[in-house]
């Protein structure tokens, strides 16, 4: 039968078209290998070490030592959300997250709008991670060696000044392009190899953040929280809005969520293990973020954090007077942010599999070597844009653009809870359901993203509403005319 135009924007992939959970390997090539522990280990891999390693640089400047009420907002936000994935999880244990819970209910234009959403969240947050990795690897060397990473090879070409962005020719941050290829590297070998790495990474970062705390709190001192709120209005971040503004700063951490449901078809019994999963990850992360986060704020004053290279090192170094508490952070750093650039690949190569699968892109996404189990090409293609981002880019210019994606996702992820409750009204229900019903959890999730949403900047907006629009022409281009559902078959 032949389709008009807006029916096939709307059409939906049928939720029992979703790969099966119970098979050992998934119908697309997949390989069920992750058990609960290295997944909720992804989603921690994921999200700690981003918000507390490097934005506070970022948010402390905007909303004082008040930043923790940002967390809280954040964490809140994020916590809702993950009640909504948990249930969507457990109903469409599929790989590739968002997307397919927004193709199995808001319709095929809206899913490929939440993967372009999707994507450059990932892809900027892998990136972003990185360029933070490189600034704790040169404090390292120069504590523990006392040598630098030459400065040509550890800055961005595209740099923002006081005027706006400023491009540098001549230089390029190294360090982070290398990160991402052994990343790829990994990811390529395989699935459950590159699960059991992360998780003994993660490990590590726990351990070493639960260091800093302990060193950072003998340096305590309650007058770091005076004022408690961001009064500067300078640059417009005065009170809440300042704390606002923090919160979309912060905000990215938290795509760790996201990641474990990527994993959905590599999961031994997904319908349990992924909504525990994310539960599980988002307790973990926010216990520590905030713990870390009132340590680094009683030990170094709020006006201090403003430009601050590796912050955590230089607050031990500060507190202690001594390098080695340092060095360890640093190392620590240097480990463990090696999860999380790993995991957020992992999560962008998923999201790329499964749109590829459905022919909404080129089939190159979606060839799983018959020997790892994992989209080699794929990978490869990943990890070429985002090393050439973390490279070229400076990492100011990211961290609102991934929070923008992120919040998005999570609204539609919210939006769908009800839309596929009522579809599946006469199916026999089993698995996670969000208390209150489907509309109270969901509705405050959005509201919740779209209150931090406001305080973005129009920057931000501005680029995200030209990638938007990117991924509309791509989809009536390529993916309207090459979609699955096209086929008598579907």
Not at 246 to 263: H, M, P, Y
Request: charged residues 10%; positive net charge; hydrophobic residues 50%.
């Amino acid at each position: 039968m032949t389709q008009t135009v807006l029916q096939k924007l709307t059409r939906t992939k049928a939720v029992e078209r979703m790969p099966d959970a119970t098979e050992e390997t998934s119908s697309g090539g997949l390989g069920r290998t992750l058990g609960l522990f290295n997944l909720t280990m992804i989603g921690v891999g994921a999200t700690i070490g981003t918000g507390i390693f490097f934005t506070m640089v970022e948010a402390v400047p905007k909303a004082g030592p008040a930043v923790i009420i940002s967390f809280l907002i954040a964490a809140t936000t994020a916590g809702l959300t993950a009640l909504c994935y948990a249930e969507l999880a457990a109903r469409i244990p599929a790989s590739g997250s968002s997307y397919s819970f927004a193709y199995a209910t808001v319709g095929e234009f809206a899913a490929f709008i939440m993967a372009a959403c999707l994507l450059l969240e990932y892809g900027l947050a892998a990136s972003a991670t990185a360029i933070g990795w490189s600034a704790y690897l040169n404090n390292f060397l120069q504590n523990a060696f006392h040598v630098q990473i030459p400065h040509n090879l550890r800055m961005p070409m595209l740099v923002s000044g006081e005027h706006g962005a400023e491009i540098h020719a001549g230089q390029f941050n190294l360090p982070p392009m290398l990160l991402v290829t052994l990343c790829g590297i990994m990811l390529a070998r395989g699935t459950k190899e590159s699960a059991s790495m992360n998780a003994a990474m993660v490990m590590i970062k726990l351990a070493i953040l639960a260091f800093f705390c302990v060193v950072a709190f003998s340096g305590f001192d309650s007058k770091n929280f005076e004022p408690f709120v961001n009064t500067d209005n300078s640059r417009g971040f005065a009170g809440m809005v300042g704390i606002t503004a923090a919160a979309g700063t912060v905000f990215f951490s938290f795509i760790g969520l996201d990641t474990v449901a990527c994993g959905g078809e590599e999961v031994k019994n997904p319908k349990r293990n992924v909504p525990i999963g994310i539960i599980a990850a988002l307790l973990i992360v926010t216990v520590f973020y905030l713990f870390v986060a009132v340590a680094a704020l009683g030990a170094q004053p709020a006006a201090k954090f403003a430009g601050q290279e590796a912050g955590l090192s230089v607050i031990l170094q500060q507190v202690t007077g001594h390098a080695w508490p340092a060095i360890v952070l640093s190392a620590g750093a240097v480990i463990s942010v090696f999860s999380v650039t790993l995991a957020t690949i992992y999560g962008q190569t998923r999201i790329l599999f499964a749109i590829s699968r459905d022919g909404l892109m080129p089939k190159v996404f979606q060839k799983v070597n018959a020997r790892t189990l994992t989209p080699v090409g794929n990978t490869i293609i990943v990890c070429i844009g985002v090393g050439l981002v973390a490279g070229l880019v400076d990492s100011e210019f990211l961290w609102d653009m991934v929070s923008m994606g992120t919040l998005t996702a999570f609204s539609v992820v919210a939006i769908a809870v009800p839309v596929l409750r009522y579809k599946q009204r006469a199916a026999p229900q089993s698995g996670f359901r969000l208390p209150f019903g489907p509309y109270v959890v969901p509705g405050l999730s959005v509201l919740a993203c779209l209150y931090i949403m406001k305080d973005l900047s129009l920057t931000t907006v501005h680029v995200f509403t030209i990638w938007m629009t990117c991924a509309v022409l791509i989809y009536l281009v390529y993916g309207l005319r090459n979609s699955n559902l096209n086929r008598p078959t579907h």
